[in-house]
């Protein structure tokens, strides 16, 4: 309900198809997109236990900017290039991929109007990471 009511207003405001939602049944704290095929964000049931509302909201406005900048298709690509000339895109494929997490990450706070729930978010996803 909250995801996919979240989900769709705010694909509404980037004027990008809604992606389905899907839960993982899986403890560790993970979200990701693909975008290639049908748009679809996956987040674990250990993500959503972990977080609160405005934390999810902020994990969900990061994956909805990879979506709108097609940025799986962007990965795949620059995957695809590893294989046939994996030295010449390693720096360049680095510097895409960390810049487009950098901008997903700056359109949540920008949406939020603060970055205390992104960080809040990640600070917690860490911490079960290092246990």
Same mark, same amino acid.
């Given at each position: ?56 909201? &902020? ?6 900017? /990879? /979506? ?22 390693? &720096? ?24 205390? /729930?992104?960080?809040?978010?990640? /600070? ?8």
């Amino acid at each position: 309900g909250f995801f996919k009511d979240f989900v769709s207003k705010e694909s509404g405001k980037l004027s990008i198809k809604e992606p389905e939602i899907y839960s993982l049944n899986e403890i560790k704290p993970v979200a990701y997109s693909i975008t290639n095929l049908k748009p679809s964000i996956f987040v674990s049931a250990g993500l959503s236990e972990l977080l609160k509302r405005k934390e999810m909201e &902020a994990v969900l406005l990061h994956e909805l900017y /990879h /979506h709108k900048n097609k940025a799986g298709l962007m990965k795949f690509s620059i995957n695809a290039l590893k294989l046939f000339t994996p030295l010449a895109t390693f &720096a360049c494929a680095s510097r895409s991929l960390e810049k487009e997490e950098i901008d997903a990450d700056s359109y949540a706070i920008l949406m939020q109007k603060t970055d205390k /729930h992104l960080k809040s978010a990640k /600070h917690k996803i860490n911490k079960f990471n290092l246990n």
